[in-house]
Nanobody, 116 residues
């Protein structure tokens, strides 16, 4: 019922910045929160940042102070601004939407590679 389209991934040098976008479509009323997860090779998928319908945000400790999640409700889009990127940030980043009935929706994933 919800479709997510990600954009903005690519290659960036350490210390640089990059912004990811996630455009949502479908039944917007079903969404209680949206966020970003990432998964590096051989590692567990982890929550990076999330934002609730009410605007509350949460961040993984590893990205606090460097990443910012935001939204544009008029465009049904959430963003992840990533600053001071480190090689450890290299991963596939997935947009996620949580529904009120516990169903999780996922984007296709976008590769972010940070070169040292």
């Amino acid at each position: 019922q919800v479709q997510l389209v990600e954009s903005g991934g690519g290659l960036v040098q350490a210390g640089g910045s990059q912004r990811l976008s996630c455009a949502a479509s479908g039944n917007m009323f079903s969404i209680s929160a949206m966020g970003w997860h990432r998964q590096a090779p051989g590692k567990q998928r982890e929550l990076v940042a999330s934002i609730t319908r009410g605007g509350s945000t949460n961040y993984a400790t590893s990205v606090k102070g460097r990443f910012t999640i935001s939204r544009d409700s008029a465009k049904n889009t959430v963003y992840l601004q990533m600053n001071s990127l480190k090689p450890e940030d290299t991963a596939v980043y997935y947009c996620n939407a949580d529904s009120w009935n516990t169903v999780k929706y996922w984007g296709q994933g976008t590769q972010v590679t940070v070169s040292s």
